[in-house]
């Protein structure tokens, strides 16, 4: 589900980075506020134990696939929702950066479709309230049962909510013309799919180590505790939740232009015809210097009687847009052939 | 291989090539990490079916490959991670928007392939640019860049330790795997009798391990307050260097440079 730098528009990249940079925010705030530093060696090996165990290949019984565990809610059941927030952004950051999984501009969307959802979401809305409750009655069978409940309605929910992101966020960027709903319905069951496998390793790895250290694992032994959210509560604020976005912001999904869009060349139809001042149709700025390159384009054109009839016309543009692009590789060519004899030089 | 050992040797590759020295190299973090946030951006913004006119953006990874001396051969083997996602998504575009946009000899080349090709080509610049950073920039510089960029502590040396012990675990697994597999010949995974022990084991020992790490980093003075390894100054080149790289994405991005070259040729 890593979105790559390309599926996204600056803007929506902003807002997203702007998303989840104000979580990290108030993470470390809260973080702060507990002042444990002991905690901050104890994130940093949890984080690189997962990013090393998502490597590993689990096979499921029966089908020729494997799945592999998921990051967010085993960081945020042993770890917290905060600490495990935070593991997952160098996580992703480290991918991002060494194996290019992900892109540097896409790694706020990235952390809210992986991070936000698996440790927030899936901690407060679902770990916490599941763990909380008597569900399977008492005892350490009974936890062990609440845990692997909890862990895989967590991922699979976290998951949906993840690929429903990507789905958002790339529509939003304009860059897919596949049409929204036909988007949803191609990404979730995926990750439905995904989600239980995913849900399941998670469950085996939490019931273990709850096994061997219960200590280890957040809230295991916390049921009757009083949560501030039941679980009715809560399968009511995620219903809500799931309407409000299916049925609301899928709308605006189709009709408006990407932001972008919008700030460069504004919406007449919305009466925002100004914004930057740029000329939609004729995509460029008017100016003393433009027009001083026009008059030396006319100059140096050897080539005037090789023009199409409408000037104005696709093909005319496409000609010289391709003798534009050879130029360029020309010069990269040349910038290659200098950098390599450079190089042999000072060898 | 497996995939551990694989990613150790990805996370060694991309060590030895940062210790590298070259123009490059030797800009300031800052500079570096600035100038690629800048040019990913620039390219992201640029329209759907703006294709030709994006091209000139291809030669600023091309110049610092050759300036750098960093072999273009790993970069592209990176693209096994952000091709497919980025396929799936463009390879939608040529069946939804079949409008012709040009004529390429007399064949019409619909608007959906334009901007499916785009799509990619933006793909492959971004992944040029974020890696030619990391290959050029050392990870002590770059959370040293980050700091001064007032980025929170935390997250710096969360992100510094992170990596350390991503190499000692990656390691450790890596060592696991190869066992488990010697022992289940034939075997693809891990089975699931062994699913929740076969990590559940390493993360009861990287707890204790993390228990003795902080104590081990209180013996050598930690209070809280991270040390970083000391990186140069701020250069005016380095100041350059940004400028420079800033202006010409403002430029490539303001004025249609393709059309204005081939219009040099052909009008």
Known sequence: MHMADALLSPAVAAVMYASSGTTAGISIH?????????????????????????????????????????????????????????????ILAIQCLFFADGGLMALGANVW??????????????????????????????????IIAASVIGCVVTLQLGAFSVVLETSLSGITELPFGAFV???????????????????????FVYSAR?????????????AKGSVKSVVAVLTAVTVLVGGGLSLLASSNPDGLEWALFGNAESGYSENMGLDEEAYGVESAVADKAASL??????????????????????????????????????????GGAYRRKHS | MNRMEAALRELGEMDDLAARSSPIHRRHAIAKLLSTVGYIAVVLSFPKYALAAL???????????????????????????????????????????????????????????????????????????????MATTSIDCLCAALRTLHLPGMVVTLLLLTYRYTGVLTEELAV?????????????????????????????????????????????????????????????????????CLGVFALVRLVDVTGWLGGLLVR
């Open chain 1, 30 to 90: 809260q973080l702060k506020k507990e002042n444990n530093p002991a905690q901050l060696p104890t994130m940093a090996v949890g984080a690189a134990l997962v990013f090393a165990g998502q490597m590993i290949n689990y096979t499921i019984p029966g089908t020729g696939s494997s799945g592999h565990i998921c990051g967010g809610m085993l960081l945020s059941a042993l770890l917290g929702p905060q600490a495990g927030f935070l593991s997952m952004i160098v």
């Open chain 1, 113 to 146: 479709n992986m991070a936000f959802y698996g440790c927030f979401v899936g901690y407060y809305l679902i770990w916490r309230p599941i763990l909380r409750s008597h569900w399977f009655g008492d005892g350490a069978r009974a936890v062990r049962l609440r």
């Open chain 1, 185 to 207: 319905a191609l990404m979730q069951p995926i990750h439905l799919a995904i989600g239980l496998v995913e849900g399941a390793v998670t469950a085996a790895v939490l019931c």
């Open chain 1, 214 to 226: 219960p200590e280890l694992v957040r809230e295991a032994d916390a049921a009757g505790v009083s």
């Open chain 1, 297 to 338: 384009q006319e100059g140096t054109a050897f080539l005037p009687d090789y023009a199409f009839p409408d000037s104005e016309s696709a093909a005319g543009t496409t000609v010289s847009g391709l003798v534009g692009a050879a130029m360029v590789a020309i010069v990269a060519a040349a910038v290659c052939v200098i």
């Open chain 2, 55 to 133: 091209t000139p953006m291809a030669l600023w990874p091309v110049a610092l490959f050759q300036l750098s001396g960093v072999p273009v051969s790993t970069c592209f083997r990176k693209l096994r991670y952000v091709l497919p996602l980025v396929m799936a998504v463009g390879l939608f575009n040529p069946l939804f928007d079949r409008a012709p946009l040009v004529y390429l000899g007399g064949v019409a080349v619909s608007g959906g392939v334009v901007s499916m090709v785009t799509l990619m080509v933006k793909g492959v610049l971004c992944l040029m640019a974020s890696f030619l950073l």
């Open chain 2, 176 to 244: 696991m795997t190869t066992a488990y597999h010697l022992r289940a010949p034939g075997q693809k995974g891990i089975h699931v009798s062994a699913w929740g022990s076969f990590l559940g084991q390493l993360l009861l020992r990287s707890m204790d391990r993390a228990r003795e790490l902080y104590d081990s980093m209180v013996l050598r003075g930690y209070h809280g307050h991270f040390h970083y390894a000391p990186v140069g100054p701020f250069t005016g080149w380095d100041g350059l260097y940004l400028a420079l």
